[in-house]
């Protein structure tokens, strides 16, 4: 049984068919069957979007896995709140420090959810949400949905939309492979983890690759990795682009860099102008403008001798 609502698919199928329409352009006629993998740095975005693959090309989510997200957007909504709390530099007003209390000893949201919402609407606990890279507050970029919508996540009976799914922060181990049919294209995709530790385990998957999906999330140019502070996460995207391009495993593989997270990125510039933090972009420009910027970035760094193509979604 596959569970799938209409309303949820409009972002997932803009940003299928653009790859759809740009796969069926790059492989040879002849072909029947296409392998594709995905890299990129962690929170790049690739597990989401082979989600949203999936939500279009294989119907949906399972009851199993929707149960099984239920478990893990609970897990995330407390584990979320809870490190903001842990804070050291978060103060919450007096009125709320027995709210406080609550969620820091709860083992699940469903005890302490009406805390959670009170927490919430403190000015001092969204701004911190707000400036959680600076003050090394790992928690999901999507918390705030968390939160928002914390009585819904917390109840017992709670069934995950496709919405919600999308948002479910899960870190990604190991290697996975999901098929599809599109039409008559068959297609594998290999996700992998993006964490440094998990790169390792790369080589293995590069056998036989028709495309490489290299997905960049631009609202990461004034960010940290979460597994090294002093390393700046576009940095580190560009260096990994630049090395994995250059492979001599990818050499007859065709490219696309996917640029995700445009409405974030978007709405992120006006608080947080490119021309912040690089020398080079001499003053703060459209969001057109600003996408050709980072566009630009990763085109110099591309070593790959096939065709690279460059896709984004709004």
């Known amino acids: 049984m596959k569970c799938i609502h209409p309303k ?11 790859i759809q329409d740009e796969l069926k352009r790059l492989r040879k006629e002849s ?50 709140i809870q490190k903001i709390l842990s804070c050291e530099n978060v103060k919450v007003s007096k009125g709320l420090q027995d709210s406080k209390d609550a969620v820091l000893d709860a083992e699940t949201a469903l005890t302490c959810v009406e805390d959670i919402i009170n927490l919430w609407k403190e000015e001092s606990i969204k701004q ?114 630049r090395e994995m391009s250059d492979s001599v495993f990818l050499k007859k593989t065709s490219w696309i860099l996917f640029l995700n997270k445009c409405d974030i990125f978007k709405d992120k510039i006006e608080k947080y102008p490119l021309s912040d933090y690089f020398p080079d972009c001499k003053a703060p420009t459209s969001f057109d403008q600003s996408l050709e910027f980072i566009k630009n970035k990763y085109d110099k760094q591309f070593n790959g001798p096939n065709y690279m193509s460059t896709l984004h979604a709004h």
């Open 128 to 241: 911190a949400f707000e400036h959680r890279h600076e003050l090394e507050i790992e928690i999901p970029s999507t918390a705030d949905y968390f939160f928002t919508h914390a009585r819904r996540i917390a109840d017992e009976n709670f069934l995950p939309t496709p919405d919600d799914i999308f948002r479910a922060k899960i870190k990604t181990t190991g290697v996975s492979e999901v098929n599809f049919k599109i039409e008559e294209m068959d297609l594998s995709i290999i996700d992998v983890g993006g964490q440094r530790s998990e790169r390792r385990k790369w080589i293995h998957c590069f056998d036989d690759v028709t495309t490489v999906i290299f997905l960049a999330a631009l609202d990461e140019y004034n960010l940290r990795l979460e597994e090294d502070h002093d390393t700046n996460r576009f940095e580190e995207s560009l260096r990994l682009f």
């Open 8 to 18: 949820h698919k409009d972002q997932a199928v803009q940003k299928s068919m653009r």
């Open 31 to 80: 072909d029947s069957h296409v392998k594709l993998l995905l890299l990129g740095t962690g929170d790049a975005g690739k597990s989401t979007f082979l989600k949203q693959l999936k939500l279009i090309h294989n119907d949906g989510f399972s009851v199993k896995e929707i149960h099984q997200f239920r478990v893990v957007l609970q897990d995330n909504l407390i584990m979320s």
